[in-house]
């Protein structure tokens, strides 16, 4: 695993908003915005290992996402697949670690099995952990770590915050330390709620496919100047 250097966040999410309207600001079709911001998300990750992030988590596809037209939901699951099954290679050399956090439920067999083989092939990188936030939502995240405690028969006294967080999609990934969203818009919509609580957030005007390593750079810059005291 990279060292963390000083001021840089152990784990940063990425609300990746704005593929379709940067498509249609550059006159190019909706899913050329998709394949855009994939490239941008591959070059932002690199960029944030390199400085020593141990852990990105990229909110890809929301549980809300299925109410998109049926050809844009067709793509995206066609698009998700193609990525694990011809990526994986090529982030298992830079040594990255690929995890999924989302709900099974309304995906495509293929799909599971290749997520699966994903992070089978990926366990024991130690570059960095990628987190593909695909089908996923944080009501829904909290709500299936609530019913698993419940079924072991915990009694409700038993039941704290450690515990739930045990139970969550992927329980062995930190806090987020730093979330930045694009396209301008100012809310988390529904990103991994439990593990933002005391999260740096950042937004900014840019559509995602326009985002640079200077803009990574920039947040970096903003984010080691907050003072982060955790209610103390």
């Not at 409700?156 to 396209?183: A, F, K, N, W």
């Not at 991994?192 to 326009?210: D, G, N, Q």
Request: proline fraction near 3%.
């Amino acid at each position: 695993m990279l060292e963390q250097k000083k001021d840089i966040p152990n784990h940063l999410g990425l609300i990746l908003d704005g593929n379709r309207r940067w498509a249609v600001k550059q006159g190019l079709p909706v899913f050329e915005g998709h394949k855009k911001g994939y490239e941008t998300l591959k070059n932002i990750v690199t960029a944030a290992f390199e400085q020593g992030v141990k852990c990105v988590s990229a909110y890809v596809f929301s549980t809300e996402n299925w109410n998109r037209s049926e050809e844009e939901v067709k793509y995206l699951m066609n698009f998700l697949l193609w990525v694990v099954k011809n990526e994986v290679s090529s982030l298992h050399e830079k040594n990255i670690r690929l995890r999924f956090a989302g709900s099974e439920l309304g995906l495509r067999i293929n799909i599971i099995k290749a997520i699966d083989e994903a992070e089978e092939k990926t366990k024991n990188n130690t570059g960095g952990t990628l987190v593909i936030c695909f089908n996923y939502g944080g009501q829904q995240e909290i709500s299936d770590a609530v019913k698993q405690i419940v079924r072991t028969g915990t009694k409700p006294e038993e039941i704290t915050p450690e515990l739930i967080g045990q139970h969550l999609y992927v329980p062995d990934i930190p806090p987020i330390d730093l979330v930045i969203r694009s396209s301008g818009e100012q809310r988390l919509s529904n990103f991994m709620i439990w593990r933002t609580a005391y999260s740096e957030l950042m937004f900014i005007k840019k559509y995602w496919p326009a985002f640079t390593k200077k803009d990574l750079n920039d947040a970096f810059k903003w984010y080691a100047e907050r003072d982060r005291r955790f209610g103390v």
